[in-house]
């Protein structure tokens, strides 16, 4: 069932609150007032939908979208960044839903959220969360394991089990998905080649962790279980399937637990497929993830430990990495020889090794790694302290200084995981302190945080891990020990300072406010300039009413007030928002007297307030004020106040849309049934309050409709069904939504009729997709509303509707669509309509001689010479004896159409022309502009030229003036079609579109933008200005993804934006932008994005569409390069990225000139169109580029994320090689023979003996 159209916000809003609140739990104590704030804004919002009668509320997550309650939201919403991040705690926890009972409080939201919080920690869940929840005592919540997937769009989900698609298997069990791998599903048909990555990761993790499974689990052990998917890969894949199965299983692996990889490694079956993956899989690996495999290898499997398991140091040997593994592999036999030496005396053998830092300090770091892993069975604080004690004792502080600098900078590279386990230890005597001190020195920022907070939790026991031997009291020194040092220090003093500077800057505040105050009141308007006394002098008005001070609180607002007629800009925005802020003081107080004297200075401020806050305080008083004075039933008061917020959403404009928003939730707020219950009983009995009544709830929105859509749904009575009715038109386009939502539950006939009836004053195009099913509703009074509804809101899709809807409608339903169709001046209905009449010939009956007339009416309103011959077999008819395949009446209807249409004379059946006229004036209504542009050519068509050439003239101008350019220029090209000697007219009408536009640029832009303006004439820039699309971002919205194909150019009108580049799952900041800005690349070359960028403050920017731009390039033709001179100064992206080494160009490139084949192809691998030569430029193992020649540099994009085939010659059989790849980018090559390079990246990495072949 769909929500409740004025509460769709809060199932949109309640899984924001709760992401939001699960951040600040994070980041302050539990005492802190934010967390406690954070926490009610969560449970407010479940209280208010408990209240709409929802017995549970389910947040699930699949296929990285948001449900509630079984539906995804919005897609836009799907975009927010609170979104993603929910998305990733359920994947990082496991979580598919979480369900929300009524008994939900406060308190249990607290506990659930450090839950949550405690287990989304670096160190993970101590349990599964549903176990947690069981042992907070937490019964008013329920984890939901079992995953709800989406079928396809519009489908209601499905629940595990149910289905199994080919390839998705988010929504079965481990064990499940190891068995559909291994066939024992009773399937033979699924393998290993439907899985992506991901599974595979999920199966191999699975696999590995079988050593402690259940005989139930259906999983047999590791070996085993890895010998038959082996033996299954090799007998029923061919080479190509295998290679890319291999391939995904490689990534897979690296991308595993090192504990848990080496496990699965040392239990790989003895076959060429197992050294194969394993040599993938290790080539994938860093120098610090393989020594740690390593490491767990050695654990797993000591050396000359018999197996029938592949033979890893073998496999190892041949390996890209061989050479590094060998190493790796020596010095941790050396390190576990130091370990075993435990307090007896380095061997003489190893003490000159020992003086060498480039031997000791690697041996050192893979000694404390294997005594920190906890796999060692030597593993112990002694052993950590001997190790250390011998660096000192053996080595000279020379020697070993150097030795601490070395392993301390490579200790401080490793995961926030095994460092912490390496920084809770004793670091005793003198070389240990040193050794200490460099790795805590060499960490990153962001490294020291997460891992002082993480000790921090486990000192609290908020998380619970293993750590050897170590007890709560050596955790808790382990933490002071990071904080005592020189960077603990220096954050601990930094907050300190900062609290004194605040408390300090607080009393001068205070002090400035009082001095402000008296200045004020002396009458010193530019006190109103300072932001800080704006919003401090509500504070300062509050003293001075609880001190009794009424004619200096007085004094004060008419200052303010004054304040506002003022021309100096400064100080009446400064005005406008002490006011705004003040009257929230005054609301608070109760000083709704004062308010009402305010109002209309309030009302007049609110246009001039640059601050959001003080308009939402302001929006938020008259809302306060209004449903004070309902309550009061003083509604004469109560219309002055709701007004201004009504007039916000009507009239808004760029500039106030936040503030339209806020005005529409107030008026949610306040359309709650305390307030529209008295007000629709005074305009039931008629008494005084009638017409104030019927006025507010008129102007109540959405929530006004809901309450009275409810009231008609449990109405018996006809003529309350009607005032009912008659009340929601009222109320006009914010009813819509509320009407939609009501159309899709079950009502009696006539409800839906009188609801899709009102859609013909308030709807529009927006609800033809709503309103379309209903012309198939099983009473035909429903039908003929709708296709009467239609017809006059339909828009652009009535034509194709009525056309598909026309043969299959009941014989009662044809004649009203055939109307409806003769009303769309569009040839394109005038063959269907002809072919009908033809077919409907026969015995004369009512109902199709019904049919036939109407035909002739619509033929004659389209004025087509292509009805000219179906009409002339009607009329030929009467003069064939015996024929009677249509009636006199309609011989006649056909004999007028064919006079209408060769004469040009309108004809309108008399009998119907009351209801025509409705029709037109109702399509006139929602089209004035298509009226009088029609009106004007008929008058040209008929001689009336000059008259015509006037009129269009002026339609022109008035366009302009209501800054319709668009249209203006179009209409403005019309002249000629009238006279196209019209000169005088044509010039000067277009030097009024042009100074139009210059006057409709507001200052603030000009100044933003004054250095572009430097680079571009007014009339360049004006152009660009009138097809910029204005769009906002709260703080952290993401504007653009990495790998978007967005060919947008952004201009930064306001806020800052962070650029940052995302690289194996980790986002890197790269720059930040700033207003006068512009931003994307891929704008001026065919490309993906290369960065994402997100919005670090509430921003505002202006977007040009790359379609629309091109529209000017004729008409301005060095509009591009000044363009791009400009982005290239001020946009240092990608020089940066380049600088960072984040470009996309991980492979190194060889060049390579040579004649290829190129054949788009679609996802199924079939052709598409014809095939194309082209020469290859450069390849590497990632991917290659090519050469093409292009017409015009716009056609370039329609190459880009296409997936294409590449024929290559070659000199071994068969002769040639076909790769496929992905267009990323199309870019300029030689732009004056109109070259352009096509950038091409592989599916999968090619292997080094194919990039051989090709390279010869």
């Known amino acids: 069932m769909s929500n409740p159209g004025s509460h769709i916000d809060l199932f949109t809003e309640l899984p924001v609150r709760l992401y939001s609140a699960l951040r600040t739990i994070r980041i302050y104590p539990p005492a802190n007032p934010q967390v406690t704030k954070s926490t009610e804004y969560v449970t407010n919002a479940l209280k208010e939908i408990f209240q709409l009668g929802k017995k549970d509320i389910t947040i699930g997550s699949s296929e990285q979208k948001i449900l509630i309650n079984g539906k995804p939201l919005p897609e836009k919403d799907q975009q927010r960044a609170q979104i993603h991040g929910l998305v990733e705690l359920f ?110 990761q999920r199966l191999f993790t699975t696999i590995s962790s079988t050593a402690d499974a259940s005989e139930d689990s259906g999983i047999s052990d590791s070996s085993k279980t890895l010998k038959k998917l082996i033996q299954r890969l090799d007998e029923k894949t061919g080479p190509d399937e295998k290679k890319v199965v291999l391939d995904r299983s490689a990534a897979a692996l690296a991308g595993m637990n090192s504990d848990l990889l080496a496990r699965l490694l040392t239990a790989l079956p003895q076959a060429d497929t197992s050294s194969t993956l394993l040599k993938k899989t290790v080539k994938q690996l860093d120098k610090n993830r393989l020594e740690k495999l390593l490491i767990g290898i050695a654990n797993t499997m000591p050396a000359g430990t018999a197996t029938d398991s592949i033979s890893f140091a073998e496999a190892l040997s041949s390996s890209d990495k061989a050479d590094e593994a060998g190493k790796i592999t020596t010095r941790i036999q050396e390190a576990q020889e130091l370990i075993g030496l435990a307090e007896h005396p380095t061997p003489s053998r190893l003490l000159p090794s020992l003086q060498q830092p480039d031997w000791s300090a690697p041996v050192l770091v893979t000694a404390l790694r294997q005594l920190v892993g906890g796999q060692q069975k030597n593993s112990s604080p002694e052993n950590f302290t001997n190790l250390l004690g011998r660096y000192e004792k053996d080595l000279s502080p020379t020697v070993y200084n150097q030795v601490a600098s070395k392993a301390g900078t490579r200790i401080a590279t490793l995961d926030d995981e095994e460092l912490g386990r390496i920084l809770v230890q004793r670091f005793k005597g003198i070389f240990g302190r040193q050794l200490y001190g460099t790795v805590v020195a060499q960490m990153s920022d962001e490294k020291f945080e997460n891992i002082a907070q993480e000790l921090n939790l486990l000192a609290q026991k908020k998380i619970d891990i293993p750590l050897g031997t170590l007890n709560d009291e050596e955790v808790q020194a382990a933490y002071q020990r990071l904080m005592q040092t020189v960077r603990g220090e220096k954050l601990r003093a930094a907050l300190a300072l900062h609290q004194q500077q605040r408390e300090h800057e607080q009393q001068q505040g205070r002090e400035q406010v009082r001095e402000k105050i008296k200045q004020l009141l002396g009458g010193d308007l530019t006190v109103l300039i300072d932001d800080h006394f704006i919003q401090n002098l509500p504070s300062g008005i509050t003293q001075l009413l609880e001190r009794g001070k009424q004619e200096a609180v007085d004094h004060l607002l008419t200052r303010m007030v004054s304040g506002l007629r003022t021309e100096n800009i400064a100080i009446r925005r400064g005005c406008a928002e002490s006011l705004g802020r003040t009257a929230a003081t005054l609301a608070e107080a109760g000083q709704w007297q004062r308010l009402d004297k305010l109002l209309p200075a309030l009302t007049m401020a609110l246009p001039h307030m640059e601050d959001l806050q003080a308009g939402f305080h302001t929006l938020n008083v008259f809302e306060r004020l209004t449903r004070h004075h309902i309550e009061q039933r003083e509604y004469n008061r109560a219309v002055s106040a709701l007004d201004p917020i009504f007039d916000l959403t009507v009239y808004s404009d760029d500039r106030t849309v936040n503030l339209a928003q806020h005005a529409r939730n107030c008026l949610d707020r306040l359309a709650d049934s305390i307030l529209l219950d008295p007000l629709l009983e005074n305009i039931q009995t008629d008494n005084q309050d009638h017409d104030n009544s019927r006025y507010l709830i008129s102007r109540m929105g959405s929530g006004a409709a809901n309450f009275l859509l409810t009231r008609l749904g449990k109405s018996e009575i006809r003529e309350e069904r009607e005032l009912l009715l008659n009340l929601i038109e009222e109320i006009g386009k914010p009813a819509r939504n509320a009407l939609l939502l009501l159309l899709e539950q079950d009502a009696p006939w006539y409800i839906t009729r009188n609801i899709i009836r009102l859609f013909r004053t308030i709807g529009d195009p927006d609800c033809f997709t709503t309103l379309a099913p209903y012309i198939h509703h099983e009473d035909i009074r429903v039908s003929r509303e709708l296709v009467q509804t239609i017809g006059i809101i339909g828009g652009g899709a009535r034509k194709q509707f009525f056309l598909q809807e026309l043969p299959r409608a009941s014989v009662e339903l044809q004649p009203l669509i055939v109307r409806q169709l003769g009303k769309i001046h569009d040839e394109g209905v005038v063959l269907p309509l002809s072919d009908l009449l033809i077919k409907s010939a026969g015995s004369p009956h009512p109902q199709t001689e019904q049919l036939q007339t109407e035909i002739c009416i619509a033929l004659a309103r389209l004025r087509s010479k292509k009805a000219v011959p179906a009409l002339r077999k009607v009329t030929e008819t009467k003069d064939v004896p015996g024929l009677d395949d249509y009636s006199p009446a309609v011989i006649t209807a056909a004999e007028s159409a ?218 301005y033709p060095g509009l591009e390069n000044k363009l791009w001179s400009f982005y290239s100064k001020c946009n240092t992206t990608c020089a940066l990225l380049k600088k960072k080494r984040l470009d996309r160009r991980q492979y190194e490139r060889t060049h390579l000139s040579r004649k290829i084949q190129i054949q788009l192809i679609d996802h199924n691998g079939k052709p598409i169109g014809r095939g194309f030569r082209g020469e290859l430029a450069d390849i590497s193992l990632g991917g290659l580029s090519y050469l093409i020649r292009i017409s015009k540099k716009e056609n370039t994009r329609l190459l880009l994320g296409r997936t294409m085939r590449i024929t290559i010659p070659i000199a071994d059989d068969p002769g040639h090689l076909l790769l496929e790849g992905l267009a990323i980018g199309v870019q300029p090559f030689q732009l004056l023979e109109s070259d352009f390079s096509v950038h091409l990246k592989f599916p999968e990495v090619i292997d080094q003996d194919i990039l051989q072949k090709i390279l010869g």
């Open 91 to 200: 994947e990082t926890l496991q979580i598919r839903t979480l369900t929300f009972r009524p008994t939900f409080s406060t308190s249990d939201c607290g506990k659930l959220l450090e839950i949550l919080a405690t287990a989304s920690g670096q160190f993970g869940p101590e349990a599964p969360v549903p176990e947690l929840l069981r042992k907070a005592g937490l019964t008013s919540i329920n984890v939901d394991e079992t995953q709800y997937v989406a079928i396809h769009q519009g489908e209601r989900v499905a629940p595990e089990g149910r289905i199994l698609p080919k390839g998705s298997f988010l929504q079965v069990s481990d064990a499940e998905l190891v068995q559909y791998v291994l066939a024992e599903s009773g399937d033979d048909s699924h393998y290993v080649t439907d899985l992506s990555t991901e599974d595979l």
């Open 898 to 1115: 064919l006079h209408a249409i060769e004469s040009e004379t309108t004809v309108l059946d008399e009998s119907n022309k009351p209801a025509n006229a409705l029709q037109a004036q109702r399509l006139r209504k929602h089209d004035p502009l298509a009226e009088k542009e029609a009106a004007i050519l008929r008058k040209a068509a008929r001689g009336h030229k000059e008259e015509a050439k006037q009129e269009l003239y002026d339609l022109v101008i008035s366009c302009a003036r209501d800054k319709d350019f668009s249209n203006a220029e179009r209409l403005r090209e019309r002249i000629y079609e009238i006279d196209p000697m019209a000169l005088t007219e044509i010039i000067r009408s277009g030097e009024f579109i042009e100074k139009e536009k210059t006057g409709a640029i507001s200052p603030n832009q000009l100044e933003t933008w004054a250095e572009l303006l430097e680079k571009l004439d007014a009339s360049e820039f004006s152009a660009i200005y009138h097809e910029l699309e204005e769009r906002t971002f709260a703080s952290e919205d993401i504007i653009v993804r990495q790998g978007d194909q967005n060919d947008e150019l952004f201009f930064i009108n306001q806020g800052s934006i962070k650029v940052s580049y995302n690289k194996d799952g980790r986002d890197i900041f790269v720059s930040t932008l700033l207003r006068g800005q512009i931003a994307g690349e891929n704008f001026f070359d065919a490309s993906f994005w290369t960065v994402t960028l997100t919005a670090l403050t509430p921003v505002n920017v202006s977007v040009l569409k790359s379609e629309s731009f091109h529209r000017w390039q004729e008409a």
